[in-house]
Each structure stands twice: as structure tokens, then as C-alpha cells.
């Protein structure tokens, strides 16, 4: 069944006539479109409704039809007026679904006000959490890249370079070897700056016996890959990196179609309470990965989400002492029946 099919029949089955779907990610889930617009349902028909600049790029997409909206006339199949305007002319249903995860302030005022909204968020959030096998090749494609791009990191490091300059050639490989873009800015972090886990490079150059922390990924086909990998070069860092990547083998070791998400956090972070660390343990073990770098499943102690077979995640446990380093270790995996397949990027200890 196709996502367009998939998506209608959650629009039957909760008796909807109408809904607007928002949010970039969810277009290019969609109808790989990537840009501006909504995807509307009405009457058993699909929409894609843009403004002037993405008209062309529009053009592209053969499954629904398009409809162009500007501020002036500028054509007789154009609608004047902004998105909204568009919306009223197309969407007469009193009661629309609606993902109000993707809608801004100004956007959730303007439908609440015109209709009577049925939050199907959670019914998108699920189906995209399901991986296709395209979606599924993208993604170790993604990672192939990121591999590279470690790996290339890696051999360039010495005492003449700082973090901005290895998170430049980390970008610079990823693309040239087949990314459209990386995923979320690229973490490279030395020493005591490798306690911050989302650490911004700088321009503090590496020295002898550092902690060495790269936190990276690719995006490939509009699916992107996460892996962090921490290069330990002295004993009291050892033993911590032994605490987390026990903690991560056994919470991956947890992981199968039908466990609960919080489940696996709970694996994780027993070993690292265990250790004496849990307090310096200060994220989630993991999340699901897609479109998005972070989406659905959640693999945090509050999450409430079940692990199904085909959901792509991460397992990334990890310890941080301010002023002194940090280690998390990192692999993104697909759930299966079984044991999940770890997409590897490099070995882990240096």
C-alpha cells in the first residue's frame, strides 16, 4: 500500500473528510516534494498546495495535483492571497485532520479558528516510525557515508588541527562522497570540551592525551544517520568508556519487536547506576531516526512507545564530567523479530 493510501485510510477510519498535513519532513514522506506548501485531502483527493517560488520544483511531483498561491494575481490558475487564503478555497469540511506536531503558533490559530481539528499526529508519528526497505537502503547508504567521513577524520588527526577544522573535513568528505547535506551540524569535541554532549567545534586544538569525541552523520535521498564515536588515549578514560559501551552492548542486546522502549533506557542505564555514574548519565539512551535526525520512537525512561520490527534507532548511552571529558558511544540499528542489525561505522576503541 502506498503512503498516500496509508494516509487515507487513517483519514477513513477516524470517519475525516478533510485534513491538511504540514511540516517538510512529512511532504518529502509523502510525496518526496522538498519545500514549502500543504499536502490537503478533500473528498478522496490529494493536494499539493504551494506558494509562487516552489511552483516548478511542485511540477515535479506526479501523484497528487498542485495548486499556486501568491499575493497577487499574477495568473488565472494562481490563487491571490497567502497559504491560508489558499486553504479556505480548497477546505470546506467543518472537522480536519490535522499533525499538530507541524504547525507554528500563527498556523494552529488560524485552523483552530476555521475548523474543528482532529489531531492525527500520533497516526503519522507511527507510520513513519515503520521503515520501508527504500527507506531502509537510504539510510545504510547514510551510513556508509558517515563511515568515510569518520574514518577520514580519524587519520587526520593530530596536534596542528582543531575541532572546527576536523569538522570541516568531516562535511567536506560526506558530501563529497554522495551526502546532499549532513544531518545535524557535525560534534567534534577534545578533551574537557568532550563533556558537553552537544558541544559546538571550537577552535581549541588537540593535545596529547585527549579524549577525542565525533558526534556525525549524513543525509542521503532525505534519510539521515547518526554514530558517535569516542577515541580514548589514557587509563581513568578507559574505564570509564568500558562502563558506557557495556551499557550500550547490553541495551542493544534488549532490543526486539515488541519491547518497550523504555525498557531499553532502563538496561542502559542500570549499568551505568551500577558503575556509580548514573548521575553524570544525563540523556536519553537513544531515538528513532528517518527523515528526521530525532523522531519517533523515543528510547527514554518515560517514553511509552513500543519497539516494532523496521523501526530505525540509536543506542547511545554515555557519561559526562565537566571539566574533566566525556564518553558516548553511539550506533544506529534496525529493529527486527530477533536481535537488531547494528549498522557498524567504524570500530569503536582506538
Not at 534488549?254 to 542502559?268: P, T
Amino acid at each position: 500500500m502506498s503512503r498516500l493510501k496509508k494516509l487515507e485510510a487513517i483519514f477513513e477510519d477516524k470517519k475525516i473528510n478533510c485534513g491538511i498535513i504540514l511540516g517538510s519532513p512529512n511532504l518529502f514522506y509523502f510525496l518526496e516534494y522538498s519545500g514549502a506548501g500543504a499536502l490537503v485531502y478533500c473528498d478522496s483527493k490529494f493536494t499539493l498546495v504551494v506558494p509562487a517560488l516552489e511552483m516548478y520544483r511542485a511540477g515535479d511531483v506526479k501523484s497528487v495535483d498542485v495548486v499556486v498561491y501568491y499575493p497577487s494575481k499574477i495568473a488565472d490558475n494562481v490563487i491571490e492571497g497567502n497559504l491560508f487564503k489558499a486553504l479556505e478555497k480548497i477546505v470546506k469540511s467543518e472537522y480536519v485532520g490535522v499533525d499538530v506536531n507541524w504547525n507554528d503558533a500563527n498556523t494552529f490559530r488560524f485552523l483552530s479558528e476555521k475548523y474543528k481539528i482532529i489531531d492525527i499526529s500520533t497516526e503519522i508519528s507511527k507510520m513513519r516510525s515503520i521503515k520501508d526497505d527504500e527507506e531502509l537502503d537510504r539510510i545504510r547508504r547514510a551510513g556508509e557515508i558517515t563511515a568515510t567521513a569518520i574514518k577520514m577524520a580519524m587519520e587526520k588527526l593530530d596536534n596542528n588541527v582543531n575541532e572546527k577544522q576536523i569538522a570541516g573535513i568531516i562535511d567536506m568528505t560526506m558530501k563529497t562522497v554522495g551526502a546532499e547535506d549532513y544531518a545535524f551540524p557535525s560534534i567534534v569535541a577534545f578533551g574537557e570540551n568532550t563533556a558537553y554532549p552537544h558541544h559546538i567545534p571550537t577552535d581549541r586544538y588537540l593535545k596529547e592525551g585527549d579524549v577525542v569525541l565525533f558526534d556525525v552523520g549524513a543525509k542521503y535521498k532525505g534519510y539521515c544517520f547518526d554514530s558517535t564515536r569516542t577515541y580514548v588515549f589514557n587509563n581513568e578514560a578507559k574505564k570509564i568508556y568500558e562502563i558506557v559501551l557495556q551499557a550500550q552492548l547490553e541495551a542493544i542486546d534488549y532490543v526486539r519487536d515488541g519491547v518497550y522502549a523504555s525498557e531499553v533506557d532502563g538496561v542502559a542505564r542500570k549499568v551505568i547506576e551500577k558503575a556509580g555514574y548514573g548521575k553524570y548519565f544525563i540523556h536519553s539512551t537513544g531515538h528513532g531516526v528517518g527523515i528526521e535526525i530525532h523522531e519517533s520512537p523515543t528510547i527514554s525512561m518515560n517514553s511509552k512507545d513500543i519497539l516494532r520490527e523496521n523501526m530505525v534507532i540509536t543506542i547511545e548511552p554515555g557519561i559526562y564530567l565537566k571539566g574533566r571529558f566525556g564518553v558516548r558511544i553511539e550506533d544506529t540499528l534496525i529493529v527486527t523479530k530477533n536481535k537488531p542489525i547494528v549498522l557498524e561505522t567504524t570500530y569503536k576503541l582506538m
